[in-house]
Every structure is written in structure tokens, then in C-alpha cells.
């Protein structure tokens, strides 16, 4: 065992060895099956500080994990996070709080909600805020309870979920949180799998009979549930006899998010808000293979139940807010500026030891505002438009061909920290390379066939991102183009093969091609766009005005600061044009410093 192991207690061994055996560990994507062990043989070679995101959401230390509860209250936006104090890996996890005027610059508070009482004494995991009708925000969460802790060697570990309010409502930095006594709120009752039971979501009150109802998830077998419980006070919860929506074969359904959204327009709508005009998103975080799905459908409410629209799959092969390394994600409704935002979590996908070495790990990634898009199929997404404000010194190049075995360089800053915005124009489509539809549900295992460097017809073509001069490090963001039997096909990758030299990551460990299709038609508009955000360890894409977002971590060991390059590529067959490209450098914002 691990020196860390010894460090923390019987009690949070057990628990974490109970995490690592039945819910998998909290490696996004990364199944750390030793997760607290140290292998000393192992090379440290990703560790430098300045692989450190400087922009996007973190602590200065220490591991974080699924954002939680944000809200804004009194001028502030909140975001509270589960976060370990003690290490860089998961454990002895904490609601760590953090406040901001601006969702870009943040001031960390002390931690809101820790485990200390009967009902949450042995862990405080996920949950969510709720504005009641007066104003007051109520956050509920998961809370670890033991039914049996005499025997350490047999503990029976159970999820309830808890509440929990301000002590201070005058107060805009909501510091203090009481736990009231009469906790848990929502027990284990019958018929329910008491470690498959977490996560509560924002609730949603009904004027017609005046409850409010909640979402937590569950699982029974490999049928992945939506628990629905009904209150009138917001303290005494009843579960309804059916779930709000359940579907086989997805296992246990994590971080379940439940809201609606506007038919028309990008103003986004509170989440009691429903009837015409208005369609729900479910969305799942997926415990089986750490990847999130949503399905936009309606909400009865006189039935009570969510029925998915079927213009997208129901499961793992569904719609995903992000096809790269993004999980445990949340939305709330902002009212300032009327408009909903979802937070998601960027896992490390180094070592372990690399983590603990480095001394933080996981990152939240950019907020992202959310709506749906006109085809009311999906749902596009833009980081918060205050991101804005970190940029600096730009550089632009306009109307700019690009040949088959191209790479461009576009000079004149650095890089390593800025924001990419490229329109592409693809006037042919003949040398498009036929679509093979075994990968319809596939696009990662077609990307991973299908990299940067293979050469294709029209594409790939797109941005080495945290590059060398030399190309000998680079992360590939882009596009390329199939023919179907009756349209053109358009995939969007991240390729991060070739983004380290450092041997831990480069002989055996995690560095997964991550791709999206984009639905586009290029026989109606020629014109493809790409936004990414670089952020030293993070590379956050948006392709098509963020029809398709990839985000991933990587670990340059070459690429780093001023030394990190950028290109524009062509690997296909044919001439593309860079209709425009502008790139700014991005300023450090105040990040949670002193935390
Ligand atoms: N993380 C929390 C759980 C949740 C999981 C524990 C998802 O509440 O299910 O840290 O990443």
C-alpha cells in the first residue's frame, strides 16, 4: 500500500478501497485500478509547473473532481467542487467553494459542506443548488453513511442525500452552511441500491400542485435510473412510484442533470420553467464507461415522466456534450444574463505518481453557455462570452490557401495559453474518402484509424496546437471529410499521439484520439469554424459554432511556454482555405489564489 494510505485513516481506506472495487475510480476515462500507490520507477517527466492551466478553473493544489451546486446569488457566481485538501488523488473529498463576479476571475473560499455529522460522516459527494421560491439557495448532496461501521473489514456503505442552507443570507459570499439535524432528507428506502444512489439534481417546482421534485441517479442491474421524488417543503421527499426515466444497459447513472431549454433562441430558462415553447435535456454521466450522454425530449408533467425524442440514441452511443475527456458535468440557470451554463470536469490523463508528484490534478473545464440549435436535434455550446476579457495581443491571417502537405506556422505570439478562432472553406468535396458506417457509432475508434498524419482526400486539415518548431510534439485539432451513400460525412478529432515525448505517457499510458461528427452539410455552406482554447495542459475545441466540442489533456514536454508553436495543416488531397484566422494570447485571471 501506498505511504498516502497509511496517512488517512481506517475509515477513508475503506472507503476509497470500496470506490476503487465497486464504482471504478475517479479517473476520468482513466480506470487508476491502484489508485493511491506509488510506483517509484515510474518517470516523472510531465511534472513541470509550467504544464499548470492558468485560466481554467482549479485550485492552486491537490486533486479536484465534478463541479458542484454552482449558482449565482447576490451579484456572484458560486462553484462549489469536490476537492481532496490532503493530495493530488481522490479522497477525503470536500465542497470546496469558490466565488466570482465574472466566471473567469475566483476568489476560493473556505469549503462549504464537510463530512461531520452521522448522515454524511464518511463523505460529502455530489449534489446541486436549488433558488427556492423565496430566494434562499438549498444545496442537496450525497452524504456516505456506514450501516454498519463495528466491523471495518464488513462495512455495508450506504448513499443518502442531505440539505443543506446558509446560515447568512446577507451575506453574498454564502460562507457559512448549516446541516440541519433532521438529515438525511431522502433516506435508502425500499427498492432502491444503497451504494447506486447519489447525485441529486437541481429540483423544479410545479405551481399546478405545489412540489418541487428532484433527480437523483441509480441503477438497478445495468438499467440505468432517474430516481423521482416529490416535496411539498422542500425537507419531507417521497419517492414517486415510477423513475422520471430509466434505460437498460447504461449502469449507474451519475451526476443526472435535468433542465429545460427555449425552441427558439439562446436565452436559456429557469429550471422550473416548462409547457410551450420549451423541450428538456436529460443528461447521464455515465459510471460504465466514464463518458456523459443526453437525449432533448419532453417533460409530462402530468404523467410525470421524460420521453426522449428519439432523433438521437438513448445510450452510449447518444449525443455528448463533449467527445473528449469531459465528465460529472452540471448546468444552472444564471439570471443575470439569462442564459444557462454548464460546468464539466477535465480529468489529468497522466500517472498517478505524475499527480502526486506534480501536486494537482483535474481542472473545471471553460463555463460553457448552452442552448439548442435550431435543428432542435443537439445542443450547441460557447464558452461564457467574459472570456473574452483575458484577451491580449492578437494575430490574424486572412484568405490564405492552404496545400495538400502544408504546414503553416502562424507566428507573432505565444500560444501556449490563447484562444484559436479559424474559418475553414472546403470548396471540393470530389476527393472525399468513402465513409465506412461501421464506424457510425464510432468516431473515436474511426479517428484513431484515421489520425492527423494519414493522409486522406479532403482533409484531415486543422491546427497542430502545443507544438515544437520541429513537429516532433504536437497536438492535431481537426476535420476531415467521408461520402456516404447519401451525404458528405464530417469528423472532428483530437489527435494527442504525438503531443508528449515523455516516456511514462509515450510507451503505455493513456493518450486517447478523441473525435466527434459534426452535423454540417459542406454542399450548402463550404465554410467550417474552429475555436481552441490552449491552456498549457488543455486543449478545449469547438467545431462549427460548438456543434461538436473535444477537450483533452496533454503533456508537451518540449511544447511548453514560448516554445510552444502554432500551425495550421492540410493532410488531404486537395486545397483548403483559411477564410480567416484570428489568435489571441489569454492574460492569467485571479485564480483561487491563497485557497
Ligand atoms: N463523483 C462523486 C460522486 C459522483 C462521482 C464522488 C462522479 O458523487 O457520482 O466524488 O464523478
Not at 330 to 356: Q, S
Amino acid at each position: 500500500m501506498g505511504i498516502t494510505y497509511r496517512k488517512i485513516g481506517k475509515w477513508m481506506v475503506m472507503l476509497v478501497l470500496l470506490w476503487i472495487s465497486c464504482e471504478k475510480t475517479e479517473g476520468s476515462h482513466v480506470v487508476h485500478m491502484r489508485l493511491q500507490e506509488t510506483d517509484s520507477n515510474v518517470t516523472l517527466a510531465v511534472t513541470s509547473p509550467a504544464l499548470k492551466a492558468a485560466y481554467h478553473f482549479r485550485p492552486p493544489n491537490n486533486w479536484i473532481n465534478d463541479p458542484n451546486g454552482p449558482l449565482y446569488y447576490k451579484g456572484y457566481y458560486h462553484l462549489f467542487y469536490q476537492y481532496n485538501p490532503k493530495d493530488a488523488v481522490w479522497g477525503n473529498i470536500v465542497w470546496a467553494h469558490s466565488v466570482s463576479k465574472d466566471l473567469i476571475n475566483w476568489i476560493a473560499l473556505k469549503p462549504a459542506i464537510e463530512p461531520s455529522k452521522p448522515f454524511d460522516q464518511y463523505g460529502c459527494w455530489s449534489g446541486s443548488a436549488t433558488i427556492l421560491l423565496d430566494g434562499t439557495p438549498a444545496i442537496l448532496y450525497t452524504g456516505i453513511i456506514a450501516k454498519n461501521d463495528t466491523d471495518p473489514n464488513n462495512i455495508l456503505w450506504t448513499q443518502v442525500q442531505n440539505v443543506a442552507y446558509p446560515k447568512n443570507l446577507s451575506d453574498p459570499f454564502l460562507e457559512e452552511w448549516d446541516k440541519p439535524d433532521y438529515n438525511p432528507v431522502i433516506p435508502i428506502g425500499p427498492g432502491v441500491n444503497g451504494t447506486a444512489f447519489r447525485d441529486p439534481t437541481t429540483a423544479w417546482y410545479s405551481p399546478e400542485d405545489k412540489h418541487w421534485r428532484v433527480v437523483v441517479g441509480s441503477k438497478w442491474d445495468l438499467k440505468g435510473q432517474a430516481l423521482l421524488y416529490r416535496s411539498k417543503d422542500f425537507k419531507k421527499w417521497v419517492k414517486a412510484s415510477h423513475t422520471l426515466h430509466a434505460t437498460r444497459g447504461t449502469g449507474m447513472w451519475e451526476c443526472p442533470d435535468f433542465y429545460p431549454v427555449s425552441v427558439k433562441g439562446l436565452l436559456g430558462l429557469d429550471t422550473s420553467v416548462k409547457g410551450k415553447g420549451v423541450k428538456h435535456v436529460l443528461k447521464v454521466s455515465l459510471d460504465l464507461d466514464r463518458y456523459e450522454y443526453y437525449t432533448i425530449g419532453t417533460y409530462d408533467i402530468t404523467r410525470d415522466r421524460y420521453t426522449p425524442d428519439g432523433t438521437s440514441k438513448d445510450n452510449k452511443h447518444g449525443l455528448r456534450y463533449d467527445y473528449g475527456n469531459f465528465y460529472a458535468s452540471k448546468t444552472f440557470y444564471d439570471p443575470e444574463k439569462k442564459r444557462r451554463i454548464l460546468w464539466g470536469w477535465a480529468n489529468e490523463t497522466d500517472t498517478v505518481p505524475e499527480d502526486k508528484n506534480k501536486r494537482w490534478a483535474g481542472v473545471q473545464l471553460i463555463p460553457r453557455t448552452v442552448w439548442l440549435d435550431p435543428s432542435g436535434k443537439q445542443l450547441l455550446q460557447w464558452p461564457v462570452e467574459e472570456l473574452n476579457s483575458l484577451r491580449g495581443k492578437q494575430v490574424s491571417v486572412t484568405s490564405k490557401k492552404v496545400k495538400p502537405g502544408d504546414h503553416l506556422e502562424v507566428g507573432g505570439i505565444q500560444t501556449a495559453q490563447a484562444d484559436v478562432e479559424v474559418t475553414f472553406d472546403v470548396s471540393s468535396l470530389s476527393n472525399a474518402e468513402p465513409f465506412d458506417p461501421k464506424y457510425m457509432y464510432d468516431a473515436q475508434a474511426f479517428c484513431k484509424i484515421k489520425g492527423a498524419d494519414v493522409k486522406g482526400g479532403v482533409g484531415p486539415f486543422g491546427l497542430y496546437v502545443l507544438a515544437t518548431a520541429d513537429l516532433q510534439e504536437k497536438t492535431a485539432v481537426f476535420f476531415r471529410v467521408f461520402k456516404s451513400e447519401d451525404k458528405h460525412v464530417v469528423l472532428m478529432c483530437n489527435d494527442p499521439t504525438q503531443s508528449t515525448l515523455a516516456p511514462s505517457l509515450a510507451e503505455n499510458k493513456y493518450k486517447p484520439t478523441f473525435a466527434g461528427y459534426v452535423d454540417v452539410d459542406l454542399t450548402k455552406s463550404s465554410s467550417i469554424s474552429l475555436k481552441t482554447l490552449l491552456d498549457h495542459s488543455v486543449v478545449e475545441s469547438f467545431g462549427a459554432g460548438g456543434k461538436t466540442v473535444i477537450s483533452s489533456r496533454v503533456y508537451p514536454t518540449l511544447a511548453q511556454g514560448d516554445n510552444a508553436r502554432l500551425f495550421i495543416f492540410n493532410n488531404g488531397a486537395v486545397d483548403i482555405k483559411v477564410t480567416k484566422l484570428d489568435a489571441w494570447e489569454l492574460k492569467k485571471p485571479l485564480m483561487n489564489i491563497g485557497a
